[in-house]
């Protein structure tokens, strides 16, 4: 009798613990998505795409570095504020994602995180995390 | 024909050679199998030698084509380089997949030579087994063969990535394959056993081989988180990248499979998970080899790999292992015989029972985290999961792993009576109440962080105490590893929350010679060394803590000559409480250079320069000299203010259209100094500027991160792998023992 009780806790306690894990799981999910889709703004999302040559610029005052990505496939722009330093090798990156937070009053897509793929004699590309 | 002259053949046919004996090898075992009484042992392990030794020639012939630097050989000509010293030539040999590989089944053969003689009388089914799982290696390396030669000689290769370039990498990935190697052999030893229907005697010869796999593993765990930390200036030792839980989970699940064996042992429990815990523990490899080598997840990690196209062959092999597996323990399953669980609640066998399940949620958690990008794949839009994922869910785990470690050296098998526990239990408790209270005020605030913190020292101070309690017994320190390794648990969880809970980080721009705040301290770049030989640029950084000496970081901020990357290499400045880690980011040596478009304006040290607009007449029209294709010259109208001053320039841009050369003649600036016109951005209407003579700072943008208490993560690694070895050590004399005395 005693025992039963043990085992039903236990299994109470591997089921919440198994809800915790998933909502954790969808909660730390960052879906790549469309530009399009980006701008909706509601929640941590990845986009990728090349780097607007001559777009970047560190603004001190903000300190956060601003830069326009362009999706090489619909040739959409996205304007990128990254509050960190310019990475190495940003501007010859091959493709960059960011992750983060589309910010509606700013039009601008707050990052995070970006991802700088720079080009490589290597096997496939050199890839690099900063955030 | 044509396919051997595009081969190297030494190689080519040592592998060649192993292919033919790894069979003989299956041939001879199988017709022991079968009942032969004669010779076949005899020529099963002759076969198996002569494998072994074609697999270390051809180890050693593709060493000496990177040593030699033969180029003509594509392996050779894609990782090395004329430039590459000739101890990173070993770092070359595995830094593609073909390379991996090879050493994977390199060690794989090596160890069979020690499993053989282990395996008493399950030998030929053990080696059957085993020599499979080396085959599936060789078939790899037959398929992506490393000695395929270009058709030309090129006088240089491509070289070796610079991240590789380093001592750690010359040691830390054999370790990490010796210890994948090493999980094939419980796996052997378990499979042999449900095909002989014996299952006595498996767990015990096992044993060992569990332990020092879990050891190896655990070192190659530590290194490459080290490396990560002291090397590639990420700030931090784990990163919860795919590849780096790929040799996480098969640890959590060796780690599990110790304990098991180790019920069995003690109380004849658990017999039958401990063939799930083996199978398990293997396919794990598998599985995180497939993630880590296919491709899947090349969007998604750090260490992109590409795809070679084997992706096929390794679910290949996971179901080659994977399903007769399954079948083997599910058939078997009810003639194993084993004893119900009928321990009280508060005694080890229920505590053990508990922690195995808490341990293998963790690494069912992990390997779900890892596939996240697999499991959505099913959704529109494929993604990974965080960090934050990882943590979240690992801390109520680590809660109660610690909690469970706390308890159990008081734990008897039969079980206790509570009283009992709480009398044993109470100076380390008063103990680890103290260490809580010191973090309190130290600066530790969150409940959750100190309940964690009361946990993890408890587990520390009760597993101390069994140590040394056991230590002064008759069975002396030997007999206390598996208590000495939980100390270690303990100390690691305490340096896992202080240094990744409680690390100060900023990232800062100094510039040259100006002291700046920061965090409490005072940090000053002084200066930029450039490269002597092999010694590679640093830049010098004095840190001073109020009243205490100052001392001098020297993080390392290079470009590659081949690939021009930038590349960094932190310093760290280690004291016993604490790591001040400094990763330099960004450099910018001072040359000025500014782009302003038409009404912008840009600062260079006291100077402000505004630009103003193009004058097209400042030597004749430019448009009309521009249509008539005359030299046309343009200038820059500015305005540069100094000291409060405005002084209007206009250098000059002239361009001769016949022969495209471009003459730029300068403007002096106030106060010394010139500026010129680099280039003109016409679709913006912008310019380009550059200055010279300008008294103008290097600038140095740096990672400054003070992580507290960060030594006992590597210190507390170290107390489980001494634990370990003493365990090790343990169970090989007890097979021995037991050998001696006929009881296996």
Redesign the interface.
């Known amino acids: 009798m005693k025992k039963n009780r043990?085992y039903m806790f236990g299994g109470v306690l591997?089921l919440a613990?198994a809800g915790?894990?998933f909502t954790?799981?969808k909660?730390?999910?960052?879906?790549?998505?469309s530009y399009e889709r980006a701008r909706e703004g509601d929640r941590i999302v990845q986009v990728a795409g090349g780097l607007e040559k001559?777009s970047s610029a560190y603004v001190d005052a903000k300190e956060s570095l601003f830069f326009t990505l362009k999706d090489p496939k619909t040739g959409e722009n996205l304007r990128v504020r990254y509050k960190?330093?310019?990475?190495?090798?940003f501007e010859?990156a091959i493709s960059i994602v960011a992750?983060g937070r589309y910010d509606e009053s700013a039009k601008e897509f707050e990052a995070d995180k970006l991802l700088v793929?720079?080009p490589?004699?290597?096997?496939?590309?050199?890839?690099?995390?900063y955030s | 024909m044509d396919y051997l002259s595009q081969i190297y053949l030494p190689g080519a046919i040592a592998l060649w050679c192993a292919v033919l004996f790894s069979i003989s090898t299956l041939w001879g075992y199988s017709l022991t199998l079968a009942g032969d009484k004669g010779g076949a042992v005899t020529f099963a392990r002759r076969s198996y030698g002569f494998f072994a030794l074609s697999i270390v020639l051809a180890s050693v012939v593709l060493s000496l084509l990177l040593m030699i630097r033969d180029f003509r050989i594509e392996y050779v000509y894609q990782y090395s380089g004329m430039d590459l010293p000739t101890y990173y030539q070993f770092s070359a040999f595995w830094a593609g997949q073909k390379g991996s590989f090879m050493i994977w089944l390199f060690w794989g053969v090596l160890i069979g030579l020690l499993v053989r003689r282990t395996a008493g009388r399950a030998e030929p089914a053990v080696m059957v087994i085993y020599t499979l799982s080396q085959i599936v290696l060789l078939m790899i390396l037959v398929r992506e063969n490393p000695f395929v030669m270009l058709g030309k000689t090129p006088l240089d290769g491509v070289g070796l990535n610079p991240l590789l370039q380093d001592n750690w990498m010359v040691i830390h990935p054999p370790i990490m394959f010796i210890g994948y190697a090493s999980t094939a052999i419980p796996f052997a030893f378990a499979m042999a056993s449900l095909a002989r229907r014996e299952y006595d005697d498996w767990a015990a010869r096992a044993f060992p081989w569990a332990l020092s796999g879990f050891l190896v593993l655990g070192t190659a765990i530590l290194m490459g988180g080290y490396w990560a930390y002291k090397t590639l200036g990420w700030g931090g030792y784990w990163g919860w990248d795919p590849v780096e839980n790929a040799s996480l989970i098969p640890w959590i699940f060796g780690t599990v499979m110790i304990h098991g064996l180790h019920m069995e042992r003690a109380q004849g429990r658990y017999r039958r998970a401990n063939y799930i815990f083996a199978f398990l523990t293997y396919l794990s490899v598998l599985y995180g080899t497939f993630l880590t080598r296919s491709g899947v997840l090349a969007d998604f990690s750090v260490h992109s790999f590409v795809d070679l196209g084997l992706s096929r062959h390794l679910i290949a092999i996971m179901a080659f292992f994977g399903l007769p597996g399954i079948y083997l323990i599910a058939t078997r399953w009810r003639q194993i015989p084993t004893k119900p669980n009928e321990d009280p609640f508060l005694s080890r066998g229920m505590f053990m029972v508990l922690a195995t399940i808490t341990l293998l949620i963790a690494a069912f958690v992990i390997t779900a985290g890892t596939s996240a990008p697999i499991l959505t794949r099913v959704m529109k839009d494929p993604s990974q999961v965080g960090p934050s994922f990882y943590n979240k869910v690992n801390l109520p785990i680590a809660l109660l792993v610690a909690f469970l470690l706390a308890l159990v050296p008081y734990l008897a098998w039969r079980g206790n009576q509570a009283s009992e526990i709480l009398r044993k239990i109470l100076w380390p408790f008063v103990a680890s109440v103290a260490v809580t209270a010191a973090a309190a005020y130290w600066k530790v605030r969150d409940p959750f962080h100190l309940v964690f913190i009361l946990l993890a020292s408890l587990a520390l101070a009760t597993n101390l105490q069994k140590t040394v309690s056991k230590a002064m017994g008759p069975g002396g320190l030997r007999s206390a590893g598996g208590y000495l390794a939980h100390v270690g648990v303990g100390v690691i969880l305490l340096g896992i929350i202080a240094s990744s809970g409680y690390d100060q980080s900023a990232k800062v721009t100094l510039v040259q010679g100006v002291p700046r705040e920061v965090e409490g301290m005072t940090l000053t770049f002084k200066r930029f060394v450039p490269r002597q030989g092999r010694e590679k640029e640093h830049m010098e950084i004095e840190v001073a803590h109020a009243g205490e000496k100052p001392f001098i970081v020297r993080p390392k901020l290079f470009i590659n000559d081949r690939t021009r990357q930038v590349m960094v290499n932190p310093d760290i400045k280690s004291s016993p409480l604490q790591d001040f880690y400094v990763s330099p980011i960004d450099f910018d040596p001072g040359q000025p250079r500014l782009q302003l478009a038409k009404g912008e304006s840009g600062r260079v040290g006291d100077m402000e320069v505004r630009f103003e607009g193009f004058d097209l007449q400042a030597q004749g029209n430019a448009m009309a000299a521009m249509a008539a294709g005359q030299p046309v010259t343009i200038g820059a109208t500015l305005a540069v203010t100094k000291n409060g001053r405005t002084t209007p320039l206009k250098p000059l841009y002239r361009l001769n259209p016949a022969n495209g050369s471009v003459d730029t003649p300068p403007a002096t600036l106030p106060g010394g100094g010139q500026i010129f016109v680099s280039g003109i951005n016409a679709t913006n209407g912008a310019v380009q500027l550059e200055l010279s003579g300008v008294p103008n700072p290097s600038k140095l943008s740096l990672d400054v991160t003070k992580k507290p208490l960060i030594q006992l993560v590597w210190g507390g690694l170290y107390i489980v792998l001494i634990g370990g070895i003493l365990a090790t050590v343990q169970r090989f004399r007890e097979v021995r023992i037991r050998e001696a005395v006929g009881q296996l």
């Open positions: 043990l591997l613990f915790f894990s954790a799981f909660d730390s999910m960052t879906p790549y998505v001559g960190g330093l310019k990475p190495a090798n010859d992750i793929k720079c490589s004699k290597y096997q496939g590309a050199e890839v690099k995390t």
